[in-house]
């Protein structure tokens, strides 16, 4: 029997498991601006695949789908390039809306999505513009100072378009740069939806697959916390391995894994960091304890603590915080550890 898992890209369609909430407040929802937050290998690319293909098997939806991803954009000439680009690749997309690339070469990226725009509203569709790697917005902001506001008023064009974008915490940022005399570039689309782990029920539908023992499932639900990727990492590894130990072992122990934590953990601010830093030393906190020990008020912890629990970096039992994963309560002890010999 062939490797049923799948641990490192996108996943959609019998691969995609879980998260029909979402899917379906996305869908039939009302609102037409929606930033999905979540950590990095939480499954937003994974999302915003699976809307797609949803919306493409469907015979009874408003929308078109197209998929950007802004990764790499880097400036407006970059966002235009991969505009296109997604326009290139769907040909359904085409089809649906009697687009030519050629009507679209050339242009700016504002400019393209107006036309983009128009096109799928005079064929009678509304645009579901599905927006990856959302973060790319603050590089391009960086360098252009006009392309942000243009494009935030045609995101907002109401029932014409509706735009989903993900990203890790790290976008909210944008509003800290951009100028104080423009719209925030994510009004309507703040507060995000947090992409959270999998439910129990969801992870376990998923480690069916692999025929494994009852307990060796209950262990990797309780290990991983439900987290989509290092549950399909550690089933991938003990389908091929059959010793749940050793996969473990050698899972906490991956270079790979890791590095992932690392970046992940950079994607966070500086408070939010401190907080997980402080549970990684000392175990399971109270929300007074925390916010003494990071020298804020119990009021300013409070939304904090509640997006962390919602990506899945804690849980919270009995009013009592501590880190959600082995694994990543492992690596943050590791690096916790050794940064403590310098002074703070
Ligand atoms: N809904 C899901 N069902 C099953 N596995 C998932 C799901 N979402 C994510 N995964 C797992 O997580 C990995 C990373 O998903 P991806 O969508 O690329 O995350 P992101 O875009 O947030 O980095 C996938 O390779 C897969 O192993
Ligand atoms: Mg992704």
Known sequence: MRNPFIAGSWVRGENFFGRADLLR????????????????????????KQLEYRVQQSTQTPFVPLYWDLQGSADSRGLADGLLGSVEDSESFRRATDI???????????????????????SGW??????????????????????LPRLRRIFQKGPDVRTVLTATKRLARIDEMTDVDTSPFLQGFIPPV?????????????????????????????????????????????????????????????????????????????????????????????????????????????????????MGYLTAENGSYRIGNWFFERWLRRVTASAGARPA
Do not use: C
């Open 25 to 48: 407040d996305i869908l039939e929802g009302e609102s037409d601006s929606i930033w999905v937050a979540g950590a990095r290998r939480l499954g937003k690319t994974s999302l915003l």
């Open 100 to 122: 030519d690339v050629e009507d679209l070469e050339g242009l700016s990226v504002a400019d393209m999505l107006t036309t983009l725009v128009r096109r799928t509203v005079r």
């Open 126 to 147: 509304r645009l579901l513009l599905l927006v990856d790697e959302a973060e790319e917005f603050l590089a391009v902001a960086r360098t252009d100072t006009v392309v």
């Open 194 to 310: 947090y992409l959270t782990p999998l439910a129990a029920d969801e992870a376990r539908a998923l480690l069916v697959r692999g025929q494994f023992s009852k307990d060796e499932v209950e262990m990797v639900l309780e290990r991983t916390a439900n987290h989509p990727f290092l549950v399909q990492l550690i089933a991938s590894r003990l389908f091929e391995s059959r010793d749940l130990g050793a996969t473990l072992d050698q899972v906490a122990a991956d270079e790979m894994v890791s590095n992932f934590f690392s970046v992940d953990f950079q994607t966070l601010d500086g408070d939010e960091r401190a907080l997980l830093e402080q549970m990684a030393r000392d175990g399971a906190r109270s929300r007074k304890e925390l916010a003494q020990a990071i020298r804020r008020t119990e009021e300013a912890v409070e939304p904090l603590l509640y997006g962390l629990r919602m």
